[in-house]
């Protein structure tokens, strides 16, 4: 049995205060390193690596739908400063240090956030579902993700789900970060876009990747903790095969939530 600890509930301002300090430190660090990509092409690699779409209106129990309508607009907003990226050789993608402070100066409206497991309105929420796409995208590709976090929350049962739970990626600005980096001689190309009920993107690359590369989800449970909580696990590895048919496998991510709902009534 995986032990987890009851969650600590802190201050108001002592969380306002961190969070604060922990933007400060990365922009820091956005500073002092560089080589992140920036660069944008009209021109769009005709080499498909991966492609998925997520649908953007959900219903979800007690969430008023002006939040998942408002989500459109700021994932509009979002995909903007994203779309038609491309990563060069040697260079790191990080979502937030292109996207910006989502502000309502921006245009961005309140949308859907979670706040210690619990269900929140916050200016520029729903940004999670493009950090969700974008991660599913980068696993199926030869980029190598080296940031990456998830909720500590599982808040909503498992409704039509088509991806394994915890295979996304939550974001909060802009310490909690999607990051990739190109360790390949090949350029990567990012395609985002929006239609009537998707989130959609692709990833293409200049040279064709022969590689195929597939998500396998792994010791996925539900245990009953100490404290009376239950909590939810499981891994996530990426199986690679090449053009010569030799597979290897690399895990990606360990999942280790607290379930907000109880898992044998649901």
């Known amino acids: 049995m995986q032990k987890v600890k009851k969650p600590i509930k802190r201050s108001n301002l002592r969380l306002l ?49 002006y939040l998942q309508e408002n989500k459109r607009t700021n994932l509009l907003l979002a995909i903007k400063n994203i779309n038609n990226l491309v990563i060069q050789p040697g260079e790191t993608f990080s979502l937030w240090k292109l996207v910006g402070r989502p502000t309502k100066r921006k245009g961005y409206l309140e949308g859907l956030v979670l706040n210690s497991g619990k269900i929140d309105k916050g200016t520029g929420g729903g940004l999670c579902q493009l950090g969700n796409l974008l991660f599913w995208i980068f696993a199926h590709s030869p980029l190598t993700i080296t940031e990456r976090y998830r909720h500590g929350y599982d808040v909503f049962p498992d409704v039509k789900r088509r991806v394994p739970f915890g295979a996304g990626a939550t974001l909060s600005y802009n310490y909690i970060d999607l990051q990739v980096k ?29 590689d195929i590369f597939k998500i396998e989800e792994r010791n996925h449970k539900i245990e009953l903790q100490f404290w009376g909580g239950y909590t939810r696990h499981n891994t996530i ?20 939530a607290i379930m907000m709902y109880n898992p044998i009534i649901e």
């Open 17 to 65: 205060f961190g969070k604060e300090f922990y933007i400060l430190k990365r922009r820091f660090k956005w500073i002092t390193h560089s080589n992140w990509a920036s660069k944008k092409s009209k021109v769009n690699f005709k080499n498909a690596v991966y492609k998925h779409r997520s649908l953007i209106l959900r219903p979800l129990k007690d969430v008023e739908m």
């Open 182 to 210: 190109n360790n390949t001689g090949n350029s990567f190309q990012i395609n985002l876009w929006i239609d009537d009920t998707h989130l959609n993107g692709e990833l293409t690359s200049k040279k064709a990747v022969t």
């Open 237 to 256: 590895f990426q199986i690679k095969e090449n053009k010569e048919g030799e597979i290897s496998e690399k895990l990606l991510v360990k999942n280790n």
